[in-house]
């Protein structure tokens, strides 16, 4: 007897012992969800929480654009820079509009539901874009492929923008008839910058950046004979572009940089 009220006694004491377990739980998952918590629910942009239908993958996504102006500035050559703006209207609940930089309608993508979708529950219905132009026997229009950074962060939209701010800059450079040599060094630095972003983005197969072979030295040959060795110097900085160069404009670039070395009472 005295064993089998032990027993009874050791399971009723396991009962309580995980219904107070539970009761604990409970309390706990309450006091996390409730308003101001630091450990509340996040709110979620996935096709579940927004039961609309979202690209599956955030990145660079492509849509072809239409009755794209001909007249919409180009940024360089070929390519047109904007934002991508949800703009819904009586035809189409899915236009996406392409506005230029001043805010003017400049062509627009049709019936897009998953990149409508995505815009609005990932960028508030607009982020930047860049269009590659495909010219066509309209006279008023032309087309081309908008390609738009769904879903990417803040920081990295804004890199992707100023990417263009750099060519831009460097086509405006390099246009001009008498170029100083802190301009060259600059053009070289953002091209570094350029690379780098283009290529973290995978779309660096998208866009021609390839600067003239005969920039660097030309460069070198100027700053020899401004005798800037300093520039020189600055110039060995980016000796990745050097060596793509031939043999023979490698070696004389090289030949200057130790050039300037040796009037600044540097080891060669």
Sequence with gaps: MRRITAFLLSIAGTTVSAVARMLSDSEKKESTSQPGSDHSPKTSTTPEATGKELYKTTGIKKAEVKQLTKNAPFII?????GTACVRPDEHDKYNVDILDPNGNNIGHIEKNRRLCN???AWHQGSVFTFVKVTESGEIETSSGTAFIPAGLPREETKKLKEVFDKLAKRNKILSEENISSKDYLEILKDHKQI?????????DDLINIALSKRLIPALSRQME??????GLLKLEKHSD????L???FAGTTYRRISKAKKNTGQKI
């Design 77 to 81: 050559p070929g390519i047109i820079t």
């Design 118 to 120: 995505s815009l609005e």
């Design 195 to 203: 690379s780098k972003t283009l290529v973290a983005l995978n779309i």
């Design 225 to 230: 004979d401004q005798q800037d060795w300093q």
């Design 241 to 244: 572009l050097i060596d793509e």
């Design 246 to 248: 031939s043999e023979r």
